[in-house]
């Protein structure tokens, strides 16, 4: 809680003790009464419901999928999971940096084959380079 | 009365006045648009007998128009001319400083291209081709060096790099007159620049602006190629030069002209080629370097043109080079291989890009496309026998008349027609093929020689005119080196005429028109064969009546499944044995199916099926761009029946988009971080050698063609 | 007819002078017509190269890709050269040259030698006006461990 709130809590339980003494100012009302008093006046706490729980969650659920799906797109199509099928880095992108990528795994010779751009069977800098080519190309 | 006489001389000299001032601003406005007429003038500083290409089509052409007249039109002119003198030396007169040497005979002439390098590299029957062109300017004058030069015309040219010491300037590809016109600008600036065109699917144009002195700039190019497989071998063609041709008197500017070096603008075409003298000889050589990556065991790689060297490091690798003492770039470079297979299967090769998917399907012919008893055939033989065939390619054509004529039985008719100037027939109309017949076309043969021009209409027209014989199956029979400037022409005629009969076409020589050959071929529904000089005609005339004994499968249907095809381009022809049929196409579909191939042989339905998994098919990246060169030949095609102005906004956007260079694109490259000393330079064409076999004298340069 | 011609020479000599200055100053008009006419329509040749900073000279430019865009429709992009701390020649999408509009990418190996602000490219250019709206945007820049880095683009003409 933060200390404003705290505060004004304080300074409200204070001011509306100070009113009651007032009010009923013979006979005393003994504390312990003030005291149940603003005990029952604290809010009560809310009744456990468990399909309010429950529904809350999947809401909870719905809404971080749906801001997830928003964030990301929509599922790629087939078409999109081809072109981010050499999206070395993972950052559901294609540029150029995969393809550099490619062409520091090939010279290495340690080039998984699912990065074999050309389909000729192996990765070599042919590959890098028709990945470069593929990321400066411009929408039709 | 003082007052009225002087009324017309005050009229006459306001007049004068006025044209004056038209003149004058007349001659203003010129000067103020030369940037816009491209210069069409020569410059004072021009060295004498200077070409200048501003002056390209006007000034030398009308210097020469009253030669260009004094030739009959039928004739073709030797080329092999007086000593030009100053007044007619228009080009390629090497300035003071520049060397002529004397090597083995020869005259070595200094030519602004010094070397050629070509590096091939061949995967699953498709080739990358990079050609590295070294210009280089031995002269003491700025030059700007303009060199026409052939390559293959199935080619698809993508790229376009501008080599300048160190840096590498990538060209881009522009419609044509926008090219021409950035180029036009470039130089007029002094900036160095490189312009790349089309003049024929195999004959381009290069421009290099502004080099200067002692300079080189190199220009890269690089195209793709699907090499065609003959007879289950694949075949690797580089060709090297470009062949004079003829131009029949009305093609008017639009043929390929032909002259000897140093007389530029003398032929009367638009696009022409220097041809070195007799004992010339240029510092231009060339490097060929192939690999090929099979993926299976290649072998019976040979070179039928060329000494090679080869090395085979494993048994689906092969590396061929040209051996150093064979350079001389003159004739073909032909290459064949065989690759190992069993079973030879249909190929499906695709690629993807965001526009879609491409494919190519190479479609063999069943092997049980089987031996049936041959009907009766009426075949016409049609050879070339004009001043370009003489020698070895006319007794390479008649040899391959004989060896026909031993195949034929004596139900089957046949006709020879030569052609030059005129069409002659050997008879009237088609005589049977009995003993004397063909004793009487043997001494035809043998008195035939060449000479005159290269009228192939008048061939064409004679050879596919309506046949009388409705038993018979009229195969036409071409052979010819196909030097010609008028290919359009002949195309539509053989459209127009070739009704139920089938053209073969055979190219004869060392440097044949590839493009006429298989065009003719193409639009006739047969097939295309080369027999180099060195070659023998017995083997590409038997396997040619092995096609003819076994029945093409015909009426080819496709049904593509679910691949989803459209834009189809090949396939609609007739698929011969021995030479698959190449269908190229985009496509949408992403799940595996079946392709049902359907065609008719002799009357029977065959069918074939091609089990397609478009996902984890081979991938090229070319695909694309080959499968738009081939939509841009049957959109071009299309032109001979009806030119629709649509389709030609088509093939221009096609090659805009595919990179490709086309009849209506052009690459070009600017440095424009720097600008050359002094005025633009003189123009000077690369002369090159006239190709192997052919005679220097019975070129076919005609002025004015 | 001497005398008369004579007279008429003198009668013709103002209106020649007045014919001539009229031509002269038809002349003058017309060329200077021309000349703010060919202004406009003779196009001017330049380049413009490209710099990516990655702010430190530790940092190394293993890869970058950038898209320029000329809004005024006034330029034309006429070769893509790779610059001179960066000598691998660029990527480039042909159809950008339909409009003036063009992605340009390329990577090195040797990302050592890259550092700092390096020169990338340098594209040559045709302008066909003196009011072309140039603009570029980084897409990439990354390092030789192939991770994107904060850089900066920008350009200057070329010398």
């Given at each position: 809680m933060p200390d404003s709130e705290a505060q004004f809590n304080e300074r409200s339980q204070r001011r509306l003790s100070h009113d009651l003494r007032a009010l009923y100012a013979a006979p005393p009302v003994p504390a312990s009464v003030d005291e149940e008093i603003l005990r029952a006046l604290e809010p009560a706490p809310a009744r456990r419901r468990p399909w309010v729980l429950g529904t809350g969650a999947a809401a909870a659920a719905v809404l971080l999928i749906t801001g997830i799906l928003a964030w990301f797109g929509p599922p790629p199509t087939i078409d999109e999971q081809r072109k981010l099928a050499h999206d070395v880095d993972g950052n559901q992108r294609l540029d150029i940096v995969d393809a550099y990528l490619v062409a520091v795994a090939a010279e290495r010779g340690d080039a998984p084959l699912s990065w074999d751009v050309n389909g000729d069977g192996n990765v070599d800098v042919l590959d890098a380079t028709v990945l470069a080519q593929r990321v400066v190309r411009l929408p039709l | 009365m003082t007052k009225r006489a002087n009324q017309p001389s005050r009229r006459a000299w306001q007049t004068l006045c006025w044209v004056f001032c038209a003149i004058a601003a007349s001659a203003v406005w010129m000067g103020c648009n030369t940037y816009i007429s491209d210069g069409r003038k020569t410059p004072q500083s021009a060295p004498p007998g200077a070409h200048y290409l501003g002056g390209l089509g006007l000034l030398a052409q009308r210097a020469n128009s009253v030669d260009a007249r004094a030739v009959m039109p039928a004739e073709e002119l030797w080329i092999i001319i007086p000593e030009p003198t100053g007044q007619q030396r228009s080009d390629a007169e090497p300035p003071a400083g520049s060397l002529l040497a004397l090597t083995s005979g020869h005259v070595e002439v200094a030519v602004p291209l010094r070397h050629t390098d070509v590096a091939a590299s061949i995967k699953g029957g498709i080739s990358a081709v990079t050609v590295a062109q070294s210009f280089h300017n031995p002269y003491d004058t700025k030059i700007e060096a303009k060199y026409v030069f052939p390559l293959p015309h199935e080619g698809a040219v993508t790229d376009f790099v501008m080599v300048i010491g160190e840096r590498r300037i990538r060209g881009l590809i522009r419609e044509r007159e926008l090219a021409e016109q950035i180029y036009s600008a470039a130089k007029h600036q002094g900036h160095v620049a490189a312009l790349m065109t089309q003049e024929r699917p195999n004959i381009f144009t290069q421009s290099v602006a502004n080099i200067e002195p002692g300079k080189s700039i190199d220009v890269e190019i690089t195209y793709f190629h699907t090499l065609p497989l003959v007879d289950g071998e694949f075949e690797f063609v580089f060709p090297m030069v470009v062949a004079p041709r003829f131009n029949p008197p009305h093609v008017g500017g639009n043929g390929i002209g032909a002259t000897p070096r140093g007389q530029a603008g003398t032929s009367g075409q638009r696009v022409e080629v220097g041809y070195l003298g007799l004992r010339e000889r240029s510092g231009h050589d060339i490097s060929i370097a192939v690999t090929i990556e099979a993926g299976l065991p290649v072998r019976e790689v040979r070179s039928t043109t060329h000494a090679i060297e080869r090395e085979q490091p494993d048994s689906g690798l092969v590396r061929v080079q040209l051996r150093p003492g064979d350079k001389i770039p003159n004739r073909d470079f032909v290459l064949r291989y065989r690759v190992a297979s069993e079973t030879v299967q249909p190929e499906f090769v695709c690629t993807r890009d965001d526009s879609g998917g491409y494919f190519q399907l190479t479609l063999h012919p069943p092997h049980n496309l089987h031996v049936v008893p041959r009907q009766p055939m009426e075949f016409i033989f049609v050879v070339d026998a004009s001043g370009s065939m003489k020698g070895r390619p006319l007794e390479l054509a008649k040899g391959a008349i004989l060896r026909s004529l031993s195949h034929l039985d004596v139900h089957d008719t046949f006709q020879i027609i030569r052609f030059s100037n005129e069409a002659l027939p050997l008879t009237p109309a088609p005589v049977p093929a009995t003993v004397?017949?063909?004793e009487r076309a043997r001494r035809y043969l043998d008195e035939m020689s060449s000479a005159g021009g290269t009228h192939m209409i008048h061939g064409v027209r004679a050879a596919l005119a309506g046949s009388d014989d409705p038993e018979r199956q009229r195969l036409v029979s071409f052979m010819t080196d196909g030097f010609i400037?008028?290919?359009?022409?002949?195309?539509?005629?053989?459209?127009?005429?070739?009704?139920?009969?089938?053209?073969?076409?055979?190219?004869?020589?060392?440097?044949?028109?590839?493009?006429?050959?298989?065009?003719?071929?193409?639009?006739?529904?047969?097939?295309?064969?080369?027999?180099g000089l060195d070659e023998g005609v017995a083997n590409a005339v038997d396997r040619f009546y092995e096609r003819v004994a076994r029945p093409a499968l015909t009426d080819i249907a496709?049904?593509?499944?679910?691949?989803?095809?459209?834009?189809?381009?090949?396939?609609?022809?007739?698929?011969?044995?021995?030479?698959?049929?190449?269908?190229?196409?985009?496509?949408?579909?992403?799940?595996?199916?079946?392709?049902?191939?359907?065609?008719?042989?002799?009357?029977?339905w065959m069918e074939c099926t091609v089990a397609c998994d478009p996902t984890r098919a081979s991938q090229h990246q070319a695909v694309s761009q080959l499968w738009a060169r081939k939509r841009i030949q049957a959109l071009t095609d299309g032109f001979l029946r009806r030119y629709d102005p649509a389709d030609g906004a088509a093939v221009r956007r096609l090659a805009l988009e595919h990179n490709l260079l086309s009849a209506y694109t052009a690459f070009v490259a600017v440095d424009a971080s720097q600008v050359t000393a002094g005025r633009e330079g003189v123009t000077v064409g690369v002369p090159v050698p006239v190709p192997a076999g052919m005679r220097y004298e019975t070129s076919t340069a005609r002025p004015g063609g | 007819m001497t005398r008369t011609a004579a007279g008429t020479r003198k009668r013709r000599s103002p209106r020649g002078l007045l014919s001539g200055l009229f031509g002269f100053a038809l002349l003058a008009a017309l060329s200077s017509v021309c000349s703010q006419a060919q202004s406009p329509t003779t196009p001017t040749f330049r380049t413009l190269e490209f710099f990516v900073d990655l702010g430190s000279v530790e940092a190394e430019l293993a890869a970058y890709q950038f898209e320029f865009v000329e809004s005024a429709q006034s330029a034309v992009v006429v070769g893509i050269e790779a610059g001179r701390d960066f000598p691998e020649t660029p990527y480039y999408d042909p159809k950008a040259l339909r409009g003036s509009r063009v992605i340009v990418a390329a990577y090195t190996l040797a990302a050592e030698s890259t550092r700092g602000k390096c020169h990338v490219a340098t594209l040559h250019l045709m302008e066909t006006s003196a009011d072309p709206k140039y603009q570029v945007d980084l897409i990439v820049a990354a390092n030789a461990e192939g991770t994107p880095t904060t850089a900066t683009i920008s350009w200057t003409e070329g010398q």
């Open positions: - | 004397s017949n063909v400037g008028n290919e359009s022409e002949i195309f539509r005629a053989v459209l127009q005429h070739v009704g139920d009969a089938r053209l073969f076409s055979f190219g004869v020589g060392s440097s044949v028109n590839r493009h006429l050959l298989a065009g003719m071929a193409r639009l006739g529904r047969g097939a295309v064969a080369y027999v496709i049904d593509w499944g679910t691949l989803g095809v459209s834009e189809q381009v090949g396939g609609a022809g007739d698929v011969f044995y021995g030479r698959p049929a190449t269908v190229l196409g985009r496509f949408s579909g992403t799940e595996p199916t079946t392709i049902r191939v359907r065609g008719r042989q002799n009357g029977e | -």
